[in-house]
């Protein structure tokens, strides 16, 4: 936990806090802090700034904080990804939040088992939670956008042509010739796979609709890897 993220619930004055959940706990066996020490605090939606503690105990952190810092800008980049199996969703939606990307879609695709669809970690309380996780890592207080699409022809259809719009659209395949390319000076939107990739009409849909298949080698990464290393070359 990089930055204590605080919620307007967490005021109990202007500019005073009352903590005592599991960010109690970070700071007292992490951060190992005691009275007078500063740090870092951002709110969820708003400013970054900085917390000086004025109370801390094994029941409750009070803090006044001072929130005075744009959170960093968003990364240009919207991210396609067929829906992964629930762990490594979270992963995703990890990796995805600390490199600052605000626009993420799930989507569904012929490999994407249906029971996926079923799984607790969709509910907008668990997604919430990592989305949290990653913004504490990276010290951002700006939650991404998440959506879930289990109809990848509407979604195609229906929904690209808007999220595109003024972008370099890429899509990875492991069938690709063209490699990705590095550090691109527009926005960008990603689309990539379930393991084992894209099956080829999937790709076609995609192509069709304004997109470039690319490759970054003939090595098989998990979903989660592919991210982080599609992101940070486009990035």
Request: charged fraction near 25%; proline fraction near 7%.
């Amino acid at each position: 936990m990089n930055a204590i993220l605080l919620t307007p619930e967490d005021f109990v004055a202007e500019q005073r806090v009352h903590l005592t959940d599991r960010r109690l706990a970070h700071v007292l066996e992490v951060h190992r802090a005691a009275v007078g020490e500063r740090l870092r605090v951002g709110l969820v939606g708003g400013k970054l700034g900085t917390g000086t503690v004025t109370a801390l105990d094994k029941s409750a952190l009070e803090m006044e904080v001072t929130l005075d810092t744009d959170p960093p800008t968003p990364a240009p980049l919207t991210l396609i990804v067929a829906l992964p199996r629930p762990k490594s969703m979270r992963k995703v939606l990890h990796v995805a939040t600390t490199l600052g990307i605000k626009q993420i879609h799930l989507i569904n695709a012929h490999r994407v088992d249906k029971s996926y669809w079923k799984s607790p970690r969709l509910k907008p309380e668990a997604v919430k939670e990592v989305l949290t996780l990653g913004l504490e890592q990276s010290v951002d207080t700006i939650l991404p956008g998440v959506s879930f699409h289990r109809r990848i022809r509407w979604f195609i259809e229906d929904d690209l042509p808007a999220l595109c719009a003024g972008k370099r659209c890429l899509i990875a395949h492991p069938g690709a010739s063209e490699p990705c390319p590095r550090a691109l000076d527009r926005p960008c939107a990603l689309a990539i796979g379930p393991e084992g990739g894209f099956q080829d009409y999937e790709v076609g849909y995609f192509v069709k609709a304004g997109f470039t298949a690319v490759t970054m080698g003939p090595r098989i990464l998990r979903v989660e890897e592919a991210v982080a290393a599609l992101a940070g070359r486009i990035l």
